[in-house]
Each structure stands twice: as C-alpha cells, then as structure tokens.
C-alpha cells in the first residue's frame, strides 16, 4: 500500500507561482511513476504532468515550460513547481503514483489564480 498526500496549494495572482508537493509513504518502492492531474471546477479531472521512475518527464501543452515535475528520493516527494500561472490552472490538484498492480491517489490540493 502507499499513501499521498498533497499540500502547497492556494491563491495566486495571474503570473505568480505556487510549488505544490506529493509526500509518499508505505511501499514506494514499487512505484513506477508519479503523476499530477487537476481538476477545473466544474470539469473532469485532467492529465499534467508525469515523472517516470528513471527520471524522464512529460508535460500537458498548455503547461510545457511553466510547470516543472522533480522528484527528491530522500524525502520521497514529488513536486510541481506552477510559475506564470494562468486563471485557467485554477483546479483541484491531485497525485496519482501507479505500481505494476495499483493505482494510488492523494485527497487532492486547491489552487485558486485570480486577481
């Protein structure tokens, strides 16, 4: 089993930055890849960003060069570092980390951009 938890979430003014954090504990091991998804109010949860195990990255368009995934193994956490955030990146944001077997999901952080 593994647990996520998110935090770093709030309110931001269009072109301000948030870094949000995914602190994973339990079996991580066994842990493929970390994933960040959002949540736009009233839409379906969509696809950010992911980092593999090995270290490698992709990232949704409309993020590509403002949002970056990293990794810190020693505290096994994930982060995504939101710079020049946009209105549109309002949304609940959560983790996913997948196993060969499971799927694996954080309760979720709210980011507000407004002004």
């Known amino acids: 089993q593994v647990q996520l938890v998110e935090s770093g979430g709030g309110s931001a003014q269009p072109g301000g930055s948030l870094r949000l954090s995914c602190v994973a504990s339990g079996t991580i091991s066994s842990l493929q890849y970390t994933r960040w998804y959002r949540q736009p109010p009233g839409k379906q949860r969509e696809w950010v960003a992911t980092?593999?195990?090995?270290?490698?990255?992709n990232y949704e368009d409309s993020v590509e060069g403002r949002f970056t995934i990293s990794r810190d193994n020693a505290q096994s956490t994930v982060y995504l570092q939101m710079n020049s955030l946009k209105p549109e990146d309002t949304g609940v944001y959560y983790c996913?980390?997948?196993?060969?077997?499971?799927?694996?999901w954080g309760q979720g952080t709210q980011v507000t951009v407004s002004s």
């Open positions: 980092i593999l195990r090995g270290g490698s990255t």
């Open positions: 996913n980390a997948e196993s060969s077997r499971d799927s694996y």
